[in-house]
């Protein structure tokens, strides 16, 4: 099954790559490798901001990883000229989560990228990862992951 397919299955169309928000490039394509900068949560009402341990349990903060996982796979597809079937696989990600210093979840907060990315790729969707606390993250937002994806 196509990715496309899998991702209509799951009712997740990819949007438009989202713009930079500073003087930064959103991915860079090195031979078959495409690193691609921090995607902030943000869904159909604007940023998802939070304080993990504070504002937002691990459920809604997974939920929030998720759509970084989408802009991620986004970022991919304009890397690849709109076409997202030329990706291989995930190779991997650092998820950043917004936490008070007490917050010991942060793992499960980046399984909602993760478990949608297996999801919508199967195998090719499995990675290696980092999933760390930071004091605060860009306009306030609950989660920002990057990636690192191999196409052809």
């Not at 997740?12 to 930079?20: E, G, I, N, S, Y």
């Not at 998802?48 to 998720?66: P, R």
């Not at 090719?124 to 306009?139: I, N, Q, W, Y």
Request: a negative charge.
């Amino acid at each position: 099954m196509s990715i496309t397919d899998r991702l209509k299955d799951l009712g997740v169309t990819l949007p438009d790559a989202p713009a930079p928000a500073a003087n930064y490039v959103p991915f860079v394509k090195t031979g078959n490798i495409v690193y691609v900068s921090g995607q902030i949560s943000n869904g159909p009402d604007g940023f998802i901001t939070g304080k993990l341990g504070d504002t937002m349990d691990a459920a809604a903060g997974a939920a929030a990883a998720k759509t970084c996982a989408i802009s991620l796979l986004a970022q991919v597809k304009a890397a690849c000229d709109g076409d997202i079937e030329r990706l291989v696989r995930v190779v991997k990600l650092t998820g950043f989560v917004n936490s008070t210093a007490d917050f010991p979840d942060q793992p499960k907060v980046i399984n909602g990228a993760s478990d949608f990315l297996v999801e919508a790729l199967g195998d090719a969707g499995r990675h290696a990862r980092s999933a760390v606390s930071a004091a605060s993250l860009p306009f306030g937002v609950a989660v920002e992951i990057e990636g690192i994806f191999e196409v052809k």
